[in-house]
C-alpha cells in the first residue's frame, strides 16, 4: 500500500498498474479458494489493457489506491462485511472507470 501510495505521487502508472495487480493476487490468495483465485485472476489477466488505461485516468489512481487501503482496513480489523461492501464499491467504481475507455 505504500508503495501504491508513492508511486500515485510521482504519477508512475507503470509501477501504480503492476502493484493494482500485485494487490489483487494476494487478495485472490488469501481467499483460501483454488477455484476463486484462478477466475478471478483469469478475469484479471483478460482485461489487463484495459486496467491500464483506467489507471491512468486522470484521479482513478489516486481513488484506486485509497479504495485498496480501506479494504485491506476492514480485512485487518475481521470486519468481513465491511471488507465486501468496500470491495463491491471498488469494482463498481473500476468498472465504471473501465467503461469510460471502452
Given amino acids: 500500500m505504500d508503495l501504491?501510495?508513492?508511486?500515485?505521487?510521482?504519477?508512475?502508472?507503470?509501477?501504480?498498474?503492476q502493484l493494482d495487480s500485485r494487490f489483487h493476487f494476494l487478495l485472490y490468495k488469501a481467499s483460501g479458494s483454488p477455484v476463486l483465485k484462478q477466475v478471478l485472476s483469469s478475469l484479471h489477466h483478460y482485461i489487463?489493457?484495459?486496467?491500464?488505461?483506467?489507471?491512468?485516468?486522470?484521479?482513478?489512481?489516486?481513488?484506486?489506491?485509497?479504495?485498496?487501503?480501506?479494504?485491506?482496513?476492514a480485512i485487518e480489523g475481521h470486519n468481513g462485511e465491511l471488507a465486501e461492501k468496500l470491495t463491491c464499491e471498488h469494482i463498481r467504481n473500476a468498472h465504471q472507470n473501465i467503461q469510460k475507455e471502452l
Fill in 4 to 17: 501504491q501510495a508513492f508511486y500515485v505521487e510521482k504519477e508512475d502508472y507503470l509501477q501504480i498498474w
Fill in 48 to 73: 489487463q489493457r484495459v486496467r491500464e488505461l483506467s489507471i491512468m485516468r486522470p484521479g482513478r489512481a489516486v481513488s484506486s489506491v485509497q479504495e485498496h487501503q480501506n479494504i485491506l482496513s
